[in-house]
């Protein structure tokens, strides 16, 4: 973290000018067997096409409410980034009617429905897959997202003072998530760059998204972000913490 990051986004770019090849996000599924890692690099590149999507195919502008329905993952993940990089509120398992833009996986489609702006529909399959064909209503990320572009300029600054995340009812500025996140990194036992975080909780709370995201983002290190964990068993666990080089655990 350097003392001119104010938003996530700003984050995201001090980490690509350290050390664009280091693993940021390392994703497991333990229903399904996926194992997923992304780069500071490829993780910045998802990020950038999926704001080139938001700002010119969905002509979201600072200040719109992005109402995300998705589950800690990888895609989740990248999502919130691009919020951040355009500028819109990022909206944790927010109302969609309430939303000027929904995301939604597989199973809140039905929810999803409320919102009267544009859907987006995410597969959350291995690789990013689409789905086998795309969802009534829903426009699928995964056939939209490939074409944009791979680097993004936002049309107006991003302004940190401005609400940037809601989850759990609670509203931060961009650059409370940043002072947020550096200041979790002690509590989580984060040491530094180089740490790496084992997290195996959701993104609908404050502490599940510090953990697997903000807060290893924040201080130079790295999440292994685990969904499904508790079908993992306990041996299982501990091979992951020592294949992934874990430094710290953080499991509800």
């Known amino acids: 973290m350097n003392a001119t990051d104010r938003t996530p986004a700003d984050l995201l770019r001090s980490a690509l000018a350290a050390d664009p090849a280091r693993p940021l996000v390392t994703f497991y599924d333990d229903a399904t067997g996926e194992r997923v890692e992304l780069s500071v690099a490829t993780f910045a590149n998802w990020v950038a096409k999926t704001a080139n999507l938001l700002q010119g195919e969905l002509s979201a502008e600072p200040g719109d409410r992005v109402a995300l329905l998705l589950p800690a993952h990888w895609q989740t993940a990248v999502w919130l980034l691009a919020c951040s990089s355009v500028g819109v509120v990022a909206d944790m398992a927010g109302e969609p009617g309430a939303a000027d833009i929904v995301v939604s996986g597989p199973d809140t489609l039905d929810v999803a429905r409320a919102c009267s702006g544009e859907r987006i529909a995410l597969a959350l399959r291995p690789l990013g897959g689409r789905f086998p064909q795309a969802p009534a209503g829903f426009a699928d990320y995964a056939v939209e997202v490939p074409g944009q572009g791979d680097r993004f300029v936002p049309y107006a600054p991003v302004d940190p003072e401005a609400a940037a995340l809601i989850v759990a009812g609670a509203e931060f500025t961009g650059a409370e998530v940043v002072e947020r996140a550096a200041a979790d990194a002690v509590g989580f036992g984060l040491t530094g760059p180089g740490s790496r975080l084992l997290s195996g909780l959701g993104y609908d709370t404050?502490?599940?998204?510090?953990?697997?995201?903000?807060?290893?983002?924040?201080?130079?290190?790295?999440?292994?972000?685990?969904?499904h964990l508790e079908r993992a068993s306990e041996d299982a666990v501990a091979r992951r913490v020592e294949d992934e080089r874990v430094t710290a655990t953080r499991r509800g």
């Open 206 to 227: 404050w502490e599940g998204v510090s953990a697997g995201l903000y807060s290893p983002l924040s201080i130079g290190g790295s999440v292994v972000l685990c969904r």
